[in-house]
């Protein structure tokens, strides 16, 4: 069944707003020229990774969806992106970190059955996973950002899919490194959006609507969980025909998921009853 349109979702792990508008040089030239609108969007509470992937693709609170930490992690019972897209006959991708796969596949993360799949009966049809197993802050165990890229663009190419989101940690690990104003930061922002900008190209003329953003902030001292501006405010990149509310607009991270499955003409479930921001 062929949906109302094609969208990939980008998530930059940990990255607060005034780092996008300020370092993301490739985005911020696009907003600029009208190819991309951009507005500040706020994370939900816990601003804890885990927490916020659950809350994108659910778009209800962690207090609903019950994941209140990384550490508490199980298969989320709530409507996602992925059930709902897949329930009108669309075909998804993921390449992300494995709490993506354990949330809205199957908990726990078999790494040698879960780390790459397709299933074309699953709410996730194509699956290609990493893990991070070992990290610390000597060490990020992040793969290159790069390579993540490139994996999505080969499930564009090869299947075709309707949904695809990609999401990596590098950002989130080296702010947790190094924190949030430092010449180390500068230039992982810079590396990013340089790689970034070799891709999103592709996809655009490809025919896919896409949204970068991140899951939350970050402060200076490489902090994030609570409740803060630093910690909970990020950007939100749009490419693609709709139109947004004023720029000004602070947008509420539950409006993600609502959002997402308007534009590609999936309905809404129940659950998800923020506002669509894009019409």
Same mark, same amino acid.
């Given at each position: 069944?062929?949906?109302k349109?094609?969208?990939?979702?980008i998530i930059?792990?940990?990255?607060?707003y005034r780092?996008w508008?300020?370092?993301?040089?490739?985005?911020?030239?696009?907003a600029?020229s009208?190819?991309?609108?951009?507005?500040k969007?706020?994370?939900?509470?816990?601003?804890?990774?885990?927490?916020? &992937?659950?809350?994108?693709?659910?778009?209800?609170?962690?207090?609903v969806?019950?994941?209140?930490?990384?550490?508490?992690?199980?298969?989320?019972?709530?409507?996602?992106?992925?059930?709902?897209?897949?329930?009108a006959?669309?075909?998804t991708g993921?390449?992300?970190?494995?709490?993506?796969?354990e949330?809205?596949?199957? &908990?726990?993360?078999?790494?040698?059955?879960?780390?790459e799949?397709?299933?074309?009966?699953?709410?996730?049809?194509?699956?290609?996973?990493?893990?991070?197993?070992g990290?610390?802050l000597?060490?990020q165990m992040?793969p290159?950002?790069?390579?993540?890229?490139?994996t999505?663009?080969?499930?564009?190419?090869?299947?075709g899919?309707?949904?695809?989101?990609?999401?990596t940690?590098?950002?989130d690990?080296?702010?947790?490194?190094?924190?949030?104003d430092?010449?180390e930061?500068?230039?992982?922002?810079?590396?990013?959006d340089a790689m970034?900008?070799?891709?999103l190209?592709?996809?655009?003329?490809?025919?896919y609507e896409?949204?970068?953003?991140a899951?939350?902030?970050?402060?200076?001292?490489?902090?994030h969980?609570?409740?803060?501006?630093?910690?909970?405010?990020?950007?939100?990149?749009?490419?693609?025909p709709?139109?947004?509310?004023?720029a000004?607009t602070?947008?509420?991270?539950?409006?993600?998921?609502?959002?997402?499955?308007?534009?590609?003409?999936?309905?809404?479930?129940?659950?998800?009853?923020?506002?669509?921001f894009?019409?």
């Open positions: 069944m062929a949906l349109s094609k969208l990939l979702l930059l792990d940990g990255v607060p780092n508008r300020r370092l993301m040089g490739n985005l911020e030239g696009w600029q009208g190819e991309a609108q951009v507005w969007m706020r994370s939900v509470l816990p601003s804890t990774s885990a927490c916020c &992937y659950a809350s994108i693709h659910t778009g209800v609170t962690p207090q969806h019950g994941i209140l930490s990384n550490e508490i992690r199980f298969r989320v019972t709530q409507p996602d992106i992925f059930s709902e897209v897949s329930k006959g669309g075909k993921a390449v992300t970190h494995s709490y993506w796969s949330f809205f596949r199957s &908990y726990p993360f078999d790494l040698v059955e879960d780390l799949f397709d299933d074309l009966g699953g709410p996730i049809t194509h699956g290609r996973f990493h893990s991070m197993t990290y610390n000597k060490n992040t290159s950002d790069v390579d993540l890229f490139a999505l663009t080969m499930l564009v190419k090869r299947h899919i309707d949904y695809g989101i990609l999401h940690c590098t950002l690990s080296m702010g947790h490194r190094f924190g949030h430092c010449i930061m500068d230039h992982a922002c810079y590396a990013m970034l900008a070799a891709f190209p592709q996809w655009r003329a490809a025919g896409v949204i970068v953003t899951d939350h902030g970050q402060t200076d001292r490489g902090h969980g609570g409740h803060d501006d630093e910690m909970q405010d990020f950007a939100l990149y749009y490419f693609g709709a139109k947004g509310p004023a000004d602070l947008l509420d991270q539950l409006q993600l998921a609502p959002t997402v499955l308007s534009r590609l003409g999936v309905e809404i479930p129940e659950t998800m009853t923020a506002k669509v894009l019409g």
